[in-house]
């Protein structure tokens, strides 16, 4: 089995910055694809960012130039860097993962159980 377990989160001001971290553990052979997505009241859950573990980005509009995401393929975590944040910011954010495992070669989706984060104006 995998866990992503993340790490983060909480209440800050407009304007100010956090930090999310995610770590997925279990039998994993590879992660080609790691992400952070949220889920505002209200709202259907959405792509904020995502990497490839070559390193390739990709973000939601709304998050370019304020949110940068990074990861370590040798400690199997993702990492999102939220500046400028705004109240529009505030949601439930989830890690993700598409792992390999050594007993399956077929990807599987794998979600974190989420962290709030609050922006107040």
């Known amino acids: 089995q995998v866990q992503l377990v993340e790490s983060g989160g909480g209440l800050v001001q407009a304007g100010g910055s956090l930090r999310l971290s995610c770590a997925a553990s279990?039998?994993?052979?590879?992660?080609?694809?790691m992400g952070w997505y949220r889920r505002a009241p209200g709202k259907q859950r959405e792509l904020v960012a995502s990497?490839?573990?070559?390193?390739?980005?990709n973000y939601a509009d709304s998050v370019k130039g304020r949110f940068t995401i990074s990861r370590d393929n040798a400690k199997n975590t993702v990492t999102l860097q939220m500046n400028s944040l705004k109240s529009e910011d505030t949601a439930v954010y989830y890690c993700?993962?598409?792992?390999?495992?050594?007993?399956?070669?077929?990807?599987?989706?794998?979600w974190g159980q989420g962290t709030q984060v609050t922006v107040s104006s």
């Open positions: 993700n993962a598409d792992v390999r495992t050594f007993s399956s070669l077929t990807l599987k989706d794998y």
């Open positions: 279990g039998s994993i052979l590879s992660i080609p694809t």
């Open positions: 990497i490839t573990s070559g390193g390739r980005t």
